[in-house]
Structures are given as C-alpha cells and as structure tokens.
C-alpha cells in the first residue's frame, strides 16, 4: 500500500509574526489550496484568499477553529519506486514507465504536473476502487499557465511495469492488488507519464462525497447546461437507479447536483462528461475567485480542511504548494488549456477479451498532446501553439441565412482548406447579418484561424462556448457577410 500524508500543515513563522497568527495565516492559505485542488486549480484560489487574509484582520473565533484543527504531522515521503517486472514478480526499473520521483521547486523546473483521480468508493464493497475520473493537471507558475489533459477510462493503454496494456482506470486498483512500490496511486502515475511522455510529480484521489460537500462549502457553482439532460437510469448507492433531470441554461448547482451532473452519461459518452467535468472545474474556480465570495470561504475554512482530511489523499507537499500558490499571482482564468482525448484520437472498438476500448491512434494523440504541452510550456510573452492537424478539429456549420445551401458551400470551402466537417444543418433563424464562429475548447489561435480563412475579423466574430450539444470543437453560424466568399 502507497504511503500517504493526511492534510495537517505543520505551520512557519514569518519574520515579525507570532505562531498563531503565522499558523492561521499558512492554515487559511493551505486549507484553499488544497481543497480546491481536488478541482484541480486550487493552487490558483489558494494564492487570492492567502492575500486577501493577509490584508485583513482574521476574526478571532475563526483562528480559534483553526488552531483546534492545524496541528504538526510527521510526513514520511514516499520513496521513489521502481518498476515491477512482468517476469518472476521482482522489482526492475522500466524505463519505458521511469516514475516522475523527486520534483525540483519551481523555480529549478517550471512545470508541475498533478494527476488528479476521483473515486467511486461505497462502504459495502471491498478492494481497491477503479478511477471514474483521471485529470492530469500542468501548471507553470513563471506564466500562470494551466492545462487540464481528460484521459477518459476506456483508454487502452499499456501498463509497462506490469508488461500488459488493459483499460487505464484499471491501474489504480493493479497497482494495489500486486502491491506495486507507492501503490495503485505511483501505478497510474508511471502509466500515465509513459502513455503522455511527461513525468507525472503528484497526485490527488477524491472521493465522490468529497467532491459533493466541497462544491457546497464553495458555495455552489455557476454553469451553463448547453441541453437538457434527463437520465432515468442515473447509478443509485444502493445500486438502483433514479431519475435525474436538468434542463438547459444556467443554473447554481449545489454539490449533490454538480455530481450528478458531471457523472451522467445519458444523451452523450464519457467525452461528454469528461468536458463537463472541466466547465464544472473552471466554474468553480470562478466562483472562487470572486471577491465576493472570499469572506465566506474563508469562514468556512476549518470545514473545508476537515472534509479533505477525510476524503483527498495526496502526495504533494504542503510547502511546495505553497510555492506555487506564490508563483501564480498573475494567473488570468483565461490562461487555461484544455483537451480531453475522445474518439477523435482513436478508435473504438472492442479487446479481445470482449471489453468496450478506446485504441489509441498514436499520431494523432502526439499532435494533439504536443500542442497542449507546448501552450503549458511557452514561456512568457509566446504564442500558443496551434493544432498542426486541422483534420482533427470537429467542425458544424449552421445556415444562418435565407439562402439555400450557405452551409453546404461553407463546408466545401473549410474542407479544401483540410478541415474536418462534422456535421451541417439550419440554425435557430435566418437573419444572421454576421458571421459567428463558436469555440468549444480548441486554442483560440484555431478558431482564429478558421475565422481568418473566412475572411472574418476574428476580435468581432469569435466567442467562447462551455460546452457544445454534440461531439463538435468548433460551431459556424453563416451570416451573409460570407456569402460572396462562398459564391
């Protein structure tokens, strides 16, 4: 079994401060790292709520709960691990599988990445769970940058230190039964950084209850639900099933809502939700974020630690949080990088042994992975850079016109330029004077892209949607600026 540290900082004073206020201070500020981390961007809510606290006076009554809950802990790291050979069960370094180890500060490496892992763990059951959820998380704190990397659970991928390839949300639970050095948790991280070429430096696990009652100490998040969504087969506790419907708009979810709502797959696939647990991730940093919102967190923060005392493990140190949380001041809520690897990157199929598989295309993984580690890795003042396959980039186009066939010659246009046409039809009315081009997560150098092959000024043309009705990254309304270019 892998070693973990439960979430009790052990607090430093700064110059001039006294213990308890240097404890509350650290508390405050950690206790928001690390419980927004488990959304994956709590460094960044982390580094606004330790200044805000530190700009103000802290309620007496607040440190008091604070000093019950901070106390010093002995934490053992875990050390670094060797691979298992598939042969005679002994351990063997794998360089296929070379484990991330010991990560230098920031300063020394300036990108960090954070496997992040929710779980679905019920009392009665028994064994190590499978990953229902498996983020990797990059951050480079000199730019702000963020990437959040979706590799969804049927990705077949191999598994260099057991010698198998299988399902990749089964290497949490193959790492704890062959009690692999650090666990089912070092497991994924090795599978995970040999399938992206990147190390992987820590992770945090979750739990779904976790999940449900840190949205509601966040106070609940703010989402756009692009369509309506009723499952009347929605998984139970208790294994049955209940309806679960919500209807299209924006909406204030509440934890137990905001589970559902990232766990359903009626009406799309595990890509579907996959993106939706993104938008709900980048909801609730925005949430975080607004200055409205930090005295109410910050009251709610002997809450928060305890929660995730009870349902994160990690191996991220608490110092080198900290580091980070300094380091990502600048960070902008637009500086984020998404991708999710759907069936656009690979095929799906069947294994042999009758398993329902996403089998990775390795050319159009590496395109995709390069360019998204590329825009977490440009430093400073760069460009981000684009997807270098156009073929890869989902394209609808929507008539937005009165005249027949705008849409049809749209994409005949964008396919001579290599554009992959996913789908074609009307849109909502027929009076679009301009033309729109919606971008559902693409770089936004894509959709400029596209918009500038229109002829399209991409400033007035270009938004940004959350999360489209069908399997597409980019949407095209035709207005009747383009109709002449289309001729």
Do not use: C
Request: without cysteine; glycine residues 8%; charged residues 20%.
């Amino acid at each position: 079994m892998s070693k973990q540290f439960r979430l009790h900082p052990t607090p430093v004073s700064s110059p001039g401060e006294s213990d308890q206020e240097s404890a509350s201070r650290l508390a405050v500020g950690v206790t928001m790292i690390y419980g927004l981390i488990v959304l994956t961007l709590a460094i960044i809510a982390g580094v606004y709520l330790r200044d805000w606290a530190q700009q103000r006076i802290v309620r007496s009554s607040i440190l008091a709960e604070l000093d019950k809950i901070v106390k010093p802990v002995e934490v053992n790291p875990v050390p670094r691990p060797e691979a298992i050979a598939s042969t005679g069960g002994q351990p063997e370094t794998s360089a296929a599988a070379e484990p991330a180890g010991r990560v230098d500060s920031p300063a020394q490496r300036p990108v960090v990445n954070i496997l992040l892992l929710g779980t679905d763990e019920r009392p009665d059951e028994y064994g190590p769970p499978r990953t229902d959820t498996i983020i990797l998380v990059s951050f480079n704190p000199n730019t702000g940058a963020v990437g959040m990397l979706s590799l969804p659970r049927d990705l077949w991928v191999p598994i260099p230190a057991l010698g198998i390839t299988t399902k990749i949300n089964t290497a949490y639970m193959l790492g704890e039964l062959h009690n692999y050095p650090g666990g089912g948790a070092q497991l994924i991280k090795d599978t995970v950084s040999s399938f992206v070429g990147r190390p992987v430096d820590y992770y945090v696990r979750v739990n779904f209850d976790g999940f449900r009652q840190i949205i509601d100490l966040i106070g609940g998040v703010t989402v756009e639900v692009p369509y309506t969504i009723h499952d009347e087969e929605y998984p139970t506790p208790d294994y049955g099933v209940e309806t679960f419907h919500l209807d299209a708009g924006m909406h204030r979810l509440d934890g137990e809502t905001a589970l559902k709502y990232v766990r359903t797959r009626h009406g799309d696939s595990d890509y579907g939700r996959a993106q939706r647990q993104q938008d709900v991730i980048r909801a609730a940093v925005k949430q975080v974020l607004d200055a409205g919102a930090l005295p109410q967190l910050l009251a709610r923060a002997p809450q928060l630690l305890m929660t995730m005392q009870n349902s994160v493990q990690t191996d991220l140190p608490i110092q080198l949080a900290i580091e980070l949380a300094g380091r990502l001041q600048e960070q902008s809520q637009g500086n984020i990088e998404q991708l999710v690897l759907d069936n656009r990157y690979g095929e799906e199929t069947f294994s042999s042994e009758g398993a329902w598989i996403l089998l990775p295309d390795r050319a159009r993984v590496r395109t995709a992975l390069n360019a998204f580690f590329a825009a977490v890795d440009a430093p400073p003042g760069a460009e981000k850079m684009a997807v270098t396959n156009p073929a890869s980039v989902r394209i609808e186009i929507l008539n937005g016109t009165s005249q027949p066939e705008a849409a049809e010659r749209a994409a005949q246009f964008l396919q001579k330029q290599g554009w992959q046409i996913a789908s074609i039809g009307q849109a909502d009315r027929s009076d679009y004077l301009q033309t729109i081009v919606i971008n559902y997560g693409v770089a936004d150098s894509v959709a400029a892209m596209v918009s500038s092959q229109l002829n399209l000024d991409a400033d007035q043309a270009q938004i940004n949607g959350l999360a489209a009705s069908a399997p597409v990254d980019i949407r095209i309304v035709v207005g009747r600026d383009v109709l002449a270019l289309l001729q």
